[in-house]
């Protein structure tokens, strides 16, 4: 009975420190978004190719799913350079400025799809698992944008 008391207040208190410091969850909510993008392209393909949406619109929502992965891998790449040994991020003004710039561009390219006429014209059960996918990203993003604006500013950075 000891050890089970122990064993939840160990658990407690784990739970209550993490997300404590936002900014090391960087690279893990990036990751995040990049499985969300890989398992949205996977449908898409899985859906043009049982004829469930055309091909046409199947491109279109493959380019809309790389220009996301695409901001996302420049995130990952200017994250690194403000990246401290203990996972932080450390940015500097300019660094903060580039970072929610980016994650600016990529929930303004996933809000102008869902509300493109060829998406919102397609049957509702053809566009729901995309919508889900991208809209399980947006959450994502916006994280990532308050994990920047509250990130640890500092003069020079890590670059």
Not at 16 to 36: H, I, M, P
Not at 48 to 57: F, L, N, P, W
């Amino acid at each position: 009975m000891r050890s089970k008391v122990f064993l939840t207040m160990v658990l407690i208190f784990g739970l209550s420190t993490v997300g404590c410091d936002k900014t090391r969850d960087f690279a893990v909510n990036v990751d995040r978004v990049a499985g969300y993008l890989d398992t949205a392209g996977a449908l898409v393909a899985s859906q043009v190719e049982s004829g469930t949406i055309s091909k046409e619109t199947g491109v279109r929502v493959g380019e809309t799913l790389q220009q996301v992965n695409r901001l996302n891998g420049e995130l990952i790449t200017e994250g690194r350079n403000y990246l401290a040994p203990d996972g932080s991020l450390r940015l500097t003004g300019d660094g903060q400025a580039r970072l929610m710039a980016i994650v600016v561009s990529a929930r303004r390219v996933i809000s102008a799809w869902l509300a493109d006429p060829e998406f919102t014209s397609l049957e509702e059960s053809k566009r729901a698992e995309i919508t889900k996918n991208l809209r399980q990203v947006e959450p994502i993003l916006a994280l990532l944008g308050e994990t920047i604006k509250t990130a640890r500013i500092v003069k020079g950075g890590t670059r």
